[in-house]
Structures are given as structure tokens and as C-alpha cells.
């Protein structure tokens, strides 16, 4: 994509800005309006998610967790990965199904419809801050006070939201002609999360094995949150800029497979 492409991308979007805030609302507002614990929805999952594979593994995985000087090791690590892997699995599987979810709107309705996935991208990453918010809490309740290394936080999170919407654009637009992608993706996810060392450490994979586990791109993403949340250390630079070439690769990828399709887009649906 050429630079006069991307500034006229992000001239559209500074155009449209007040169309996707408020979509942004509205979208908020519908999945937690009538929902008697609101927003707390957002961060539940997730935490039950933690609270199950602590309850599970924490014996025997505290013992290989040195760097995290804290009783509660194991659900601090967990904690720091899970943060990452929500916001990455969240803006992928909303764009996997966005387009055939507003059919009805981009047939009836003139607005740039890439600004679709920008409001999926825009509404995961609030649901991301809450659990961000309760994760510090919950660090401050088990004694564990985060340190500078959190100034990091900002920047890998909106890398994580583009690289993962990167990813979505491209099987958001697959799956409106090729409905299998729907089915696939979930199961790749679930592949990706366990390939990842997200509920253990890579030193319980054997060291010629460990050069696998590197090929899963989540895998980069994951060590820079352990780093931060878990270890409070600053993540290698190197990590960023590997991260920061997949989430170019992946948007540019995905934008273009959206440019030469959204005509068949409309008509498909």
C-alpha cells in the first residue's frame, strides 16, 4: 500500500470519525444494555478462563515460574497472557462474521464500508482496557504492584488490535464467499492458543521442539505481555519491530484483498 493510499486512508477515517464513535457506542450499549452486570461481562469470561487453569495447574506450574517473585506466580502469568490473547482472538473472530452480520446495512446504506472493521477494532479495544484495569487490580490485590515496564502496555496492545484486524479483514472477507472460513478460523485459534505459551512456559517444551512454537506469529505478542505484566521488565525492541512488520504485512494484505473484493462483497451477501 502507498504512502498516498494510507494518508487517504487515515484522511477517510479523520473524516468519518463521528460515524464510528458513535458506532462505537451503540455497539457497547447493545451487548451490555440489558445485561444486569453490564460491562463486568466484558472481563468475565477471560477471568474464569484464569480462575479454571489456576485452580488446574498452579501446583504444578509455580515451580517453573523463577522470575515472578509472588505466591500467586502462576495466575499472574496467566493473567498477563490472557490480556493479550483476548484482544487478539476478540477483533479476529468480530471481523470474521462482520460483513455477513451487516449485509443489510452495506446493501442499503452509502458509507465507506471498511469503516466497519474499525468500529469492531475500536470497541474490542475498550473491552480491552476494562480487563487491562481489572487485571491491575487484581495484581494489586496479590501484592503485585506493576512497575515502569507497564509504560510499554499502550503500544503493544494497538499493535495487537491492528495485527489481529489485519488478520480479521482478510478472513472477514474469505468468509462471505467461502463460508468453511467460518468454521476453520475458531479451530485455528484454538490450535494458535495452545501452540502459544499462553496457560504454560516454553520450558516445558523440549529445547528442539521450542523453534516450532516460534513459527505461531501470537508468540512474539505473548512473551512482550508476559514481560510487562508478568516479569515487569521492558520488551526487546526486536519483539516491536517483528511485531510492528507482521501488523504492516498483515493490513496490507487484508486491505488489499478488501479493496479488489467489496464490489462481489455486496453482491454475494
Given at each position: ?74 495466575p ?7 490480556v ?61 504492584p ?75 505478542i ?19 519491530v ?28
Amino acid at each position: 500500500m502507498s504512502s498516498g493510499k494510507v494518508k487517504a486512508k487515515i484522511q477517510q477515517l479523520v473524516d468519518n470519525r463521528f460515524f464510528i464513535v458513535t458506532a462505537i457506542k451503540m455497539d457497547f450499549k447493545a451487548r451490555f444494555s440489558r445485561s444486569a452486570f453490564g460491562t463486568l461481562w466484558a472481563i468475565l469470561n477471560p477471568l474464569v478462563m484464569v480462575a479454571i487453569y489456576a485452580f488446574v495447574l498452579s501446583k504444578i506450574m509455580h515451580a517453573k515460574l523463577p522470575g515472578i517473585e509472588n505466591s500467586y506466580a502462576y495466575p499472574i502469568y496467566l493473567i498477563s497472557g490472557i490480556v493479550g490473547w483476548t484482544l487478539f482472538t476478540e477483533v479476529i473472530s468480530r471481523s470474521l462474521v462482520v460483513f455477513i452480520e451487516n449485509g443489510h446495512y452495506l446493501k442499503k446504506l452509502a458509507f465507506p464500508r471498511s469503516n466497519l472493521v474499525f468500529i469492531i477494532l475500536g470497541a474490542s479495544f475498550i473491552n480491552s482496557l476494562i480487563l487491562v484495569l481489572a487485571a491491575m487490580l487484581i495484581f494489586l490485590l496479590l501484592d503485585f504492584p506493576l512497575g515502569s515496564s507497564l509504560l510499554w502496555l499502550i503500544p503493544l496492545e494497538i499493535l495487537t488490535a491492528l495485527f489481529a484486524l489485519g488478520i480479521g479483514i482478510t478472513v472477514g472477507v474469505l468468509n462471505v464467499f467461502l463460508r468453511d472460513v467460518g468454521q476453520i478460523v475458531p479451530i485455528v485459534l484454538q490450535l494458535m492458543f495452545w501452540l502459544t505459551p499462553v496457560v504454560y512456559t516454553i520450558n516445558i517444551i523440549p529445547e528442539s521442539s521450542q523453534h516450532w512454537l516460534e513459527l505461531n506469529p501470537f508468540f512474539t505478542i505473548v512473551g512482550m505481555y508476559h514481560d510487562i505484566l508478568a516479569y515487569r521488565v521492558d520488551p526487546p525492541l526486536t519483539s516491536f519491530v517483528k511485531l510492528l512488520a507482521m501488523t504492516g504485512f498483515a493490513n496490507v494484505v487484508g486491505f488489499a484483498l478488501y479493496k479488489v473484493a467489496q464490489k462481489e462483497i455486496v453482491e454475494e451477501l
